[in-house]
């Protein structure tokens, strides 16, 4: 998969190195959740039957973040998290339009001219609920029209599962709850983080549970504060553990940015600097403050247990 840098308007010397007939998914895609994956889905396969590159097409930053949308809390999948997505659902190329003020006032009808059409996309695949241009004054019937019969347009329905609309503020919400295995029922895949190990408090080896402290390295939606059961893929090896999201309260006061600190099962590795991915399998019990340190050892040790089993149920 090629992945492709654009800003708007695409001048004709960077529309020349692209331009040519193809089916592109045109949206956000943050989370690429399950209804998402339907519309590439569907992008995908009309190119293939056309024998044409599939492409998507999405934005960076995140409009809610250029325009201080309130309800915007990060990413469920950044930019790399995105194309490594997006590259095992047979996406040829990937468009990243970079998302900014400017942008944010384009009308729909030079959104499609100067964006859309330069690119010689033949069929644009959309959400049931896409909306494009200033103010979201764009939608699925206003494209067909704009595309001048030189671009059809083809609309998702939405994805439902148990008759509720799978959507990424909802998977937002769940993580926000605790609702992990909810959550990942619509994503249709475990949530991942990514970050580096960094050094920390050093605090877990002395009680019999070394962690390690993760820094993540893009702005993440965090889940709520708790223990999980999670899969750490280090290099080549998939290994189990158990994660705490939060702020320590046994040992902390006043802290309010989460911390997220991994006890890798079976695993004695120097892994500082080195890269994690960790898909959180299951919410155990949420953060809490402990009486004593033999307390909270105890709780370390029956977390650990819960994890192993639900991991070994999950593989």
Same mark, same amino acid.
Request: glycine share 10%.
């Given at each position: ?66 325009? &201080? ?72 019937? @206003? ?26 503020s909802g998977i937002r ?20 983080? @990514? ?12 009680? &019999? ?21 999670? @899969? ?39 892994i500082y600097g080195q ?9 155990? @019990? ?30």
């Open positions: 998969m090629r992945t492709v840098t654009l800003s708007y308007p695409i001048l004709p010397e960077t529309a020349a190195l692209w331009a040519r007939p193809q089916v592109a998914a045109l949206g956000q895609f943050d989370g690429l959740h399950r209804g998402h994956a339907s519309v590439i889905a569907s992008a995908v396969a009309l190119a293939r039957q056309e024998g044409i590159p599939a492409s998507v097409m999405t934005f960076h930053p995140h409009p809610k973040d250029v325009m &201080g949308k309130g309800d915007y809390d990060g990413y469920l999948t950044p930019p790399k998290d995105k194309q490594e997505i997006l590259a095992g659902m047979g996406v040829d190329i990937l468009y990243i339009i970079e998302f900014n003020e400017q942008l944010s006032k384009v009308s729909p009808e030079d959104f499609v001219s100067l964006m859309l059409l330069p690119l010689q996309i033949v069929t644009a695949v959309v959400g049931f609920d896409f909306r494009f241009g200033y103010l979201g004054k764009g939608d699925p019937e @206003r494209l067909q029209e704009l595309g001048q019969g030189a671009m059809s347009v083809v609309t998702a329905p939405p994805f439902l599962i148990e008759g509720e609309k799978v959507s990424s919400k769940s993580l926000q709850n605790g609702e992990i295995t909810l959550a990942n029922t619509w994503f249709g895949r475990c949530y991942h983080l @990514r970050g580096t190990v960094v050094h920390g408090e050093k605090r877990g080896r002395t009680i &019999g549970f070394p962690t390690a402290n993760v820094q993540l390295e893009d702005r993440y939606v965090i889940p709520a504060k708790g223990v999980y059961a999670v @899969r750490v893929f280090y290099k080549d090896e998939v290994l189990h553990g158990v994660m705490n999201v939060g702020v320590k309260p046994t040992f902390h006061e006043g802290v309010t940015a989460p911390s997220f600190e991994v006890h890798v099962f079976d695993f004695a590795g120097d890269e994690l991915e960790l898909e959180l399998v299951a919410f155990i @019990r949420p953060e809490r403050k402990f009486d004593s340190i033999g307390a909270l050892i105890a709780q370390i040790g029956e977390d650990a247990e819960t994890a192993k089993s639900l991991l070994e149920d999950q593989s």
